[in-house]
Every structure is written in structure tokens, then in C-alpha cells.
């Protein structure tokens, strides 16, 4: 009944915002300057309004003394036209001769200018909201501030492609100054025939650990792209991390008009696009050359039409077999796609499973195919070896096509030669069939 009843209020938080709203950064005479002094509270009860799953139980005095005194500077806000949704929390706060229920609307992932907003039943009747930091949000979940000064600093990037909107959140106080030099340093535009002039502006948060960058300029399939890795905190802590050389790289793309494959290089910082058919899969391979052996993406065709991209020297191909000979009854499997390719393709020759049962040898410049082995288990990928003499098959480890994967050895005659039993491994629920790829 509670939640149905915070429901129905969020909604009638939308129907005042439609009728007139105050920005969030003036504040009318008429409205509270502070949050309401809280007194005697022993416990905080965190549920998740919208399926009452218990969140957080705070029960030490401390820590309830901490958030209390917090609350005092959370400052006067209102419904914004519309209200940005992010995610309910109920607040029940008790003592032994009081009780109160809050609740807070957590907006750390969505645009908002505001980490969040904290109002109880009666101060919404008077359309009275006040906004509270990231850090106190984080005490709420029950993250003491001693907690999140013990892990290392960390950025929190959550990508809005329709707005153009990015989120930034960070477990320490972020140097300003820093994450514009860092941005500014590694900005670079993918536009589509010079595009609208790109622009941008960064919304802080008061308490530093937050902030909202909102692009203005790109047009539909076009990125920006820049680094944070020299980004700190206000203690001169780096954001950089030597393990995870790429953690701190933001990519933002407005989703394109029509299907694209972009190939990026993450060292060089160049992008390749192509425009691309439905697909229900795409591969990374490597095609023996003149030159010699190169990378390729190969993109899977629904129609029986694949493409094979060049990501570093070499020309495109399309490979077209029309017929796949005496195949067995396929296996059903949840990508979509008939055919899983090797991962190398020779001169004259690769190998693909048909329907995730049937191995070929594929004369893939040529469009044809010569059957070789039909598997009893689901296949979930094939390979060959540098010298294409012999073929490797991940298969199912048991009937319940779980994640586990043998590995079957066979030569160019499709004559089995060797089994390892549980040689690979992909977290899935059993009875799904994805590819190994």
C-alpha cells in the first residue's frame, strides 16, 4: 500500500512540475531554508520503495549522529518540469517515542543537476523537496565515509546517448581544474561531414563528487571520445590505474540513423566507421595476405552475405556460400545467427559450423563448402591451427548445454583425434547456446 501510495505521489510530483516549477537554483522567500531538525532517532531502516526490499539497517549511534548532522545542510530544492526518475528509496527513521519515513529520489545515474532529493509525505503535499549530496546518499546505502576513503579513488562514468548527456561520480572530492586540462588534452570529435560546431558544459555538484558534462553539436551516429586519466582528486590522488589502462576512456555516440561497425584503436585513438548490415554477431579474424596475415572483423549476415573489414591494410571481401550440403537438423541457439566461423581464414580456406552441429571446410573465396564432421553436442566455436592441418571444436560438456566446453581436435578429413573434457569456460545459465568466440 506504501508504495503504491509513493507511486501515485511521484506522479502527482510530475503533474506539479507541468504546472509551473522553480529552478533549482533559486530559492522563493516562501520556501523552508533548512532541512527539518530530526531528534531521538536509534535506527535508519533503507528499503527500495518500489519492491520493499530492505536496503541498508543502521543502528549505530555514530553513524546515525553523522547522517543527522549531514541532513542539516541539505539545502531547499524542487520539482524539476518534468522530474527526472531515478531510483525511490523509503527512509524509515526510528526512536523510542518517534518515528519518521522519508524518501529519497537517488538521481547519482540519471542527468539531473542534483545527486538527489529528500522530502517526506506532508512536505510533498506542500511541494517542499531538498537536495542532498552523493556522499550522504552513499551513508544511506549504508558506505561509511571511513569505507570510501579506504578504497582507492575511482571514477563512475554512466553514458546518456539520447540526451548527450555523461555522468561522472567519484569516491573522493574531484580536482575541477583537473578534469577539464585532462579533458581538453584528450578531446577528439568522429564527425560525419564536418557536423554542427561541438560544444559543451560541465554541472558540478556542490560537494565535488559528482558532475554532469552535456554535449551539444553531434548529429545522429557521431562521437566524441577523451580521456580522465589525468584527472585527481582535490588531494593530488590520480584517477589512473596501470592494470585497467582504459577504465578512465569516455566514448559518447548518438545513436546513428542506420547500423554502424566502428574500429577503434585504443593506443592511436583512431576510429574507423563503417556502415554495417543487421547482424547477429561480429568477429575478430585474421585473413593470410600477400602482405601477410592481417586483422579483419568479420560481420555475420542474416541474408547469407558476410563481410569481412580490414582494421589495419588489406581490402574488404564478401563471402557468399549458397549451399551448406547434407547438414544435420541445427541446434537452436540465442544469437540469432546460423553459421560460427574460424578465427582464421587461409589463403584458399577457412572451416564454419553450420546450424552449431555441421563442420565445413569453406572455400570462402570461391562460395564453397565441403562437409567434414557432424558433431552429437552443440558447437560453441571453431578455430584452426596456424597451418590450417588441423581444426579445434568447443562443444557442450553436458546435456544441460552448460558453461562449460570439451575441446574436440580433428584434422582436414574431419577424423576426430583428440578430446579434452572442460577446456573452456563462459558464465551463462545453462541451457542458453552462445558463441565462444
Known amino acids: 500500500m506504501r508504495s503504491k501510495f509513493a507511486f501515485r505521489l511521484l506522479l502527482g510530483f510530475l503533474l506539479l512540475a507541468l504546472t509551473g516549477c522553480v529552478n533549482n537554483n533559486v530559492r522563493p522567500d516562501d520556501k523552508p531554508a533548512a532541512f527539518p531538525a530530526i531528534k531521538g532517532i536509534e535506527s535508519i531502516q533503507i528499503f527500495d520503495d518500489k519492491t520493499s526490499a530492505r536496503i541498508a539497517s543502521i543502528d549505530d549511534s555514530a553513524e546515525i549522529a553523522g547522517i543527522l548532522t549531514e541532513l542539516k545542510t541539505a539545502k531547499p530544492s524542487y520539482f524539476d518540469d518534468p522530474e527526472y526518475v531515478g531510483t525511490l528509496l523509503r527512509v524509515e527513521m526510528k526512536g523510542e517515542n518517534r518515528s519518521k519515513t522519508y524518501y529519497i529520489n537517488d538521481l547519482r545515474e540519471a542527468a539531473s543537476s542534483l545527486s538527489g532529493k529528500i522530502y517526506s509525505e506532508s512536505s510533498a503535499e506542500r511541494s517542499d523537496v531538498w537536495s542532498i549530496s552523493s556522499s550522504l546518499i552513499q551513508r544511506f546505502y549504508g558506505v561509511s565515509p571511513d569505507a570510501s576513503r579506504q578504497q582507492a579513488p575511482y571514477l563512475y562514468i554512466q553514458l546518456h546517448q539520447e540526451s548527450g548527456a555523461i555522468v561522472v561520480e567519484s569516491n573522493r572530492q574531484i580536482s575541477r581544474k583537473s578534469v577539464r586540462e585532462s579533458m581538453e588534452a584528450s578531446l577528439r570529435l568522429i564527425e560525419i561531414d564536418g557536423g554542427l560546431p561541438f560544444g559543451y558544459e560541465m554541472d558540478w555538484n556542490d560537494d565535488r563528487r559528482r558532475f554532469v558534462i552535456r554535449t551539444n553539436g553531434l548529429e545522429a551516429g557521431e562521437s566524441v571520445r577523451f580521456r580522465l586519466d589525468a584527472a585527481h582528486t582535490t588531494s593530488g590522488e590520480s584517477y589512473a590505474d596501470d592494470s585497467q589502462p582504459y577504465r578512465n576512456t569516455v566514448q559518447l555516440t548518438v545513436p546513428p540513423k542506420q547500423n554502424q561497425i566502428r574500429l577503434i584503436h585504443a593506443l592511436e585513438g583512431t576510429e574507423q566507421v563503417t556502415s554495417a548490415q543487421d547482424t547477429p554477431l561480429v568477429q575478430a579474424v585474421q585473413v593470410q595476405e600477400k602482405a ?97 592441418k588441423r581444426i579445434g571444436l568447443l562443444v557442450a560438456s553436458d546435456e544441460f548445454m552448460g558453461p562449460m566446453a570439451d575441446l574436440v581436435v580433428l584434422d582436414t578429413n574431419g577424423k576426430k583425434l583428440k578430446r579434452w573434457p572442460d577446456a573452456g569456460f563462459m558464465s551463462h545459465s545453462d541451457g542458453f547456446l552462445f558463441g565462444y568466440l
Open 292 to 388: 601477410g596475415t592481417l586483422p579483419y572483423v568479420l560481420v555475420h549476415g542474416k541474408q547469407g552475405s558476410h563481410s569481412l573489414l580490414p582494421i589495419d591494410g588489406g581490402s574488404p571481401y564478401t563471402i557468399q556460400v549458397k549451399e551448406w550440403p547434407d547438414h544435420g537438423k541445427p541446434y537452436g541457439n540465442d544469437y540469432g545467427g546460423e553459421l560460427l566461423f574460424s578465427d582464421r581464414f587461409h589463403a584458399d580456406k577457412t572451416y564454419a559450423v553450420y546450424g552449431n552441429r555441421t563442420l565445413y571446410e569453406v572455400a570462402w573465396r570461391a562460395g564453397k563448402a565441403r562437409k567434414l564432421y557432424d558433431s552429437p553436442e552443440p558447437v560453441y566455436g571453431v578455430a584452426s591451427s596456424p597451418d590450417g
